[in-house]
């Protein structure tokens, strides 16, 4: 059961992420994003997120190599 609730929750992840990543408002909801530092600080939380939801699929993605694994995955 839990294993079928983390999938469904990374699921959530990826849909949630790829959409903010996408821009569909075009910039216009953002007002943050015209701000120095902070603009660029939402985009890679929600880059973050996707890798690692996508590491619960098995995707490893060769630029995350460095990342830590999981305890499971070292099994």
Do not use: H, Q, W
């Amino acid at each position: 059961m839990r294993r079928y609730l983390s999938k469904l929750l990374a699921l959530i992840g990826i849909l949630a992420s790829v959409l903010f990543l996408l821009n569909l408002s075009a910039g216009f909801v953002e007002i943050p994003d015209n701000l120095p530092i902070i603009g660029n600080l939402d985009e890679a939380l929600a880059t973050a997120i996707l890798i690692s939801c996508l590491s619960v699929f098995g995707i490893r993605l060769p630029m995350a190599a460095a990342m830590p694994k999981r305890e499971k995955d070292r099994l």
